[in-house]
């Protein structure tokens, strides 16, 4: 289950980034000699094939080629988890591949080596990289996670490959611990861990018995904890799940998370907290697709919001420089709550290209620090959509708002949309506020609302740059809370396009959301 990345399928080769052509990144074909059953595709830096069974055939290699040089075969590790059974066929993902490269793949018979498939034309294609994950560059400036950004695994990156069958074993309870304990990466490589197909089962709210005995604790967390190394959590092919259990990265830097579809969880999805310093950051939360957690009001410590689980992504506790950017987050409530206190700051973080279907609120609440928000689809909102809560700037551009009550808000984006009495209020930019370009540096996309969007959207009192509010608190006393948007610095005109080596940037709200349709969530088969 365990192996290193320089004995993997291609070693590591430094390349130039070239544009990041997302338009090609996705690729489903039959095959061109019309073999009956043989799917293959692309996947940014995976490519894939499907295959019925041949009768007597119980094995298959796997060899690709790139841009015409010597064949390389998937081996050891890689063989036995990427080349698999999957409905009554096979499947072979190959990921970690270079960027903008040509493969072509070869499917032999294990038996007598003879080629059975062969798939042409498969392109790679690079991950749009954009936000404040991205600068400053961090300790490792041409990598993010365990990863180099021309797509290939870190030199010596370790590789654990997890499935329901190996879980306890891959996830090591001494090496994930839930309090205390060593570092998740005590030899300081960089960490792969892949799932494969759903890991996990839940017999009923709050069952333990069903997933890796590293989560077995209080919140159902596995938790990443004090790794500064380079980690990325990713899901193998389009049906790998986490079910009845979230992650948890605590005092780390450099993790990436993709490609994983996440339901039941009973706590967090996915929870990324800080240590009161400066010293965690670098978060890259990409392509995965976030349903609903536990139903567990009834339990004993439980609040009445916590009807599906608590967060979706939370990020809090000084946790900074993070980017969230094309998930599909289904029938969520509480989404995304970065920052939890008046006392935490967070700094800065980049939302970008993703799609909230029928969800509730938070995409995102934010409290202190500054976040980026664009280009994100708003498919139903039952209670608010963006919220800028104490000290919270956020500047808001091409969004596109479908049937969202409260498009955005500044204040009462408590729980269940109550406000909070000694809360400050935050502020909103768009290109609706007076002297916004002064404000931000730059000229902004418009968000798009649709007729129910806009019923609900105040413009004098859900955005601005200035805005209090006078209530009365706790202890009786009438106060008046005041805040200003405060510019952002670094200034997200270094986050975007090809500031960070991205030929996307921030496009217009139609356009953007016809491409968080068809790239947000998991990959797709």
């Known amino acids: 289950m365990i192996k290193k990345a320089k004995k993997m399928l291609i070693k590591p080769l430094v390349l130039s980034i070239l544009a990041l052509l997302l338009t090609s990144c996705v690729l489903f074909r039959d ?59 096979w499947r072979v993902d190959a990921p970690g591949l270079h960027n903008d490269s040509n493969y072509v793949m070869h499917i032999r018979r294990a038996d007598t080596n003879d080629i059975v498939h062969v798939t042409s034309g498969l392109q790679t294609t690079p991950f749009d990289r954009q936000g404040y994950a991205f600068i400053p560059a961090g300790p490792r400036p041409h990598t993010l996670g365990a990863y180099y950004l021309d797509g290939t695994p870190r030199t010596n990156a370790e590789i654990i490959y997890v499935t329901h069958e190996n879980m306890n074993e891959a996830l090591d309870p001494a090496r994930f611990p839930a309090a205390g304990g060593n570092s998740t990466t005590p030899g300081g490589n ?4 892949r799932f494969i197909g759903t890991v996990g089962v839940l017999g009923y709210v709050g069952d333990h018995s069903g997933i890796p005995v590293a989560a077995r604790n209080a919140n159902s967390f596995l938790t990443i904890r004090n790794s500064t190394a380079g980690i990325t ?13 979230g992650f948890q990265i605590h005092s780390s830097s450099d993790v990436v998370v993709r490609n994983l ?21 670098h978060f890259w939360i990409h392509n995965n697709t976030i349903y609903t957690g536990q139903d567990s009001r009834h339990l004993p410590g439980r609040d009445d919001d916590h009807r599906f689980g608590d967060g ?19 029938d969520s409530d509480k989404v995304l709550l970065w920052g939890n206190s008046m006392a935490d700051m967070i700094t800065y973080g980049t939302l970008h290209h993703n799609w909230f279907i029928n969800a509730e609120s938070r995409m995102p609440r934010v409290r202190n620090g500054w976040i980026h928000v664009f280009n994100n689809l708003y498919d139903g909102v039952r209670n608010y959509a963006i919220g800028a809560g104490h000290r919270g700037n956020i500047i808001a551009e091409g969004n596109t ?55 609900t959207f105040d413009p004098a009192l859900d955005i601005g740059a200035h805005n209090s509010y006078t209530r009365r608190i706790h202890t009786g006393e009438v106060v008046t809370r005041t805040h200003t948007f405060v510019p952002f610095n670094p200034p997200v005109s270094q986050t975007i396009g090809s500031a960070v080596g991205s030929t996307v940037g921030v496009q217009t709200a139609a356009d953007s959301a016809a491409k968080v349709r068809a790239y947000a969530g998991v990959m797709r088969r």
């Open 401 to 455: 708002f479908r049937n969202a009550r409260r498009p955005f808000i500044i204040s009462g984006i408590g729980h269940g949309g109550t406000s909070l009495g000694e809360d400050y209020p935050g502020a909103i930019i768009t290109n609706l506020v007076p002297d916004y370009q002064i404000l931000t540096g730059r000229a902004l996309q418009p968000n798009d609302m649709d007729t129910f969007s806009r019923i």
């Open 233 to 245: 959590i990713e899901g193998i092919g389009p049906d790998a799940v986490i079910y009845g259990f």
């Open 31 to 89: 095959d061109p000699a019309g073999i009956t059953g043989l799917n293959y595709g692309v996947w940014f830096n995976t490519v894939w094939a499907e295959w019925p069974q041949i009768a007597g055939v119980n094995s298959f290699t796997v060899e690709l080629i790139r841009n015409g040089g010597p064949p390389a075969a998937l081996t050891g590790d890689c063989a036995q988890f990427l080349i698999r059974r999957v409905n009554n066929g």
């Open 261 to 281: 579809s996440f339901r039941k969880f009973f706590e967090d999805a996915i929870g990324i907290h800080g240590n009161n310093s400066h010293v965690q950051t």
């Open 190 to 193: 960089p960490l792969i861990i």
């Open 312 to 330: 979706a992504v939370d990020i809090t506790n000084w946790a900074n420089h993070f980017t969230v950017s094309y998930n599909r987050f289904v």
